[in-house]
């Protein structure tokens, strides 16, 4: 059977080195994880004629990663002058709707940073736009407990590491359905799970991407995308099998 097939969610930018005009881009880092886990990374365009579940046709998993701040009008504020939206308008709504479709069809889910925040204001959460300017999360190293009765303390193996964090909003008000299962030692939120135990998500604040070449923990998020994809896909396959016959 072939690699498991991961949608990554593309970010549209006004501006990309080496292209003339706008673009589609996501982590190098981001894509090379899936790689190493054994997946197929391919990038969805935040434009398309087909509803989101029609997008996911043929993935077995999908991954929200890191990028603009979301619109601050979806959870009922005004912008401040630091926040930093995306450049396509629609790209907030996209990322939403691909989410919820991947959730829905029992597809397992790995949201960072963006994503995860994304993730809490679809659920009727909030954001802090703006966190302190000496705040550890804006560019730095941090420790982040986790709680050891989650799936994310089970797949990472721990219940506390340090973490790369670069962001400067984060939860405020956790939405409906969602815990928290990770938090830093300032009390940020750093993970979120659902209530439901059948969905299969993680949601991880930090950027585990950045050190999952070199640190099993941080690897293990990528491994488990790629290994409940795969398990999935065979599943399916098994099923369609057996209605053949």
């Known amino acids: 059977m072939s690699a498991p097939r991961v949608g990554v969610t593309g970010m549209w930018s006004n501006r990309i080195h080496g292209l003339r005009f706008d673009g589609s881009a996501v982590a190098a880092a981001v894509l090379r994880s899936v790689v190493r886990a054994g997946g197929e990374p391919l990038m969805l365009f935040a ?36 926040t930093s939206v995306a450049d396509f308008a629609a790209q907030d709504q996209f990322e939403a709707d691909m989410t919820a479709a ?9 949201v960072i940073c963006r994503g995860f925040q994304l993730l809490n204001v679809e659920h009727g959460g909030s954001l802090v736009q703006d966190v302190a300017p000496d705040s550890p999360h804006r560019n730095s190293v ?5 709680d050891p009765d989650s799936r994310l303390a089970a797949v990472m193996g721990v219940e506390s590491l340090p973490v790369s964090s670069y962001h400067h909003q984060a939860i405020d008000r956790v939405g409906a359905g969602l815990r928290a299962v ?16 059948a969905a299969e998500l993680l949601a991880v604040q930090w ?14 998020l990528f491994q488990w995308l790629v290994d409940r994809a795969a398990a999935g896909r065979s599943a399916r396959a098994s099923a369609e099998a057996r209605s053949a016959v």
């Open 47 to 82: 434009e398309g004629p087909s509803p989101a579940a029609e997008r996911l046709g043929g993935l077995d998993a999908l991954l929200v990663p890191g990028g603009a701040d979301i619109d601050p009008r979806r959870y009922g504020q005004e912008p401040l002058e630091t």
């Open 102 to 110: 991947a959730l829905a069809a029992g597809l397992p889910v790995l």
């Open 142 to 146: 941090h420790e982040v407990a986790l």
């Open 182 to 197: 990770g938090t830093a030692p300032d009390g940020v939120v750093e993970a979120l799970e659902l209530e439901d135990p």
């Open 207 to 220: 950027h585990p991407e950045d050190a999952a070449a070199e640190d099993p923990r941080q690897h293990a």
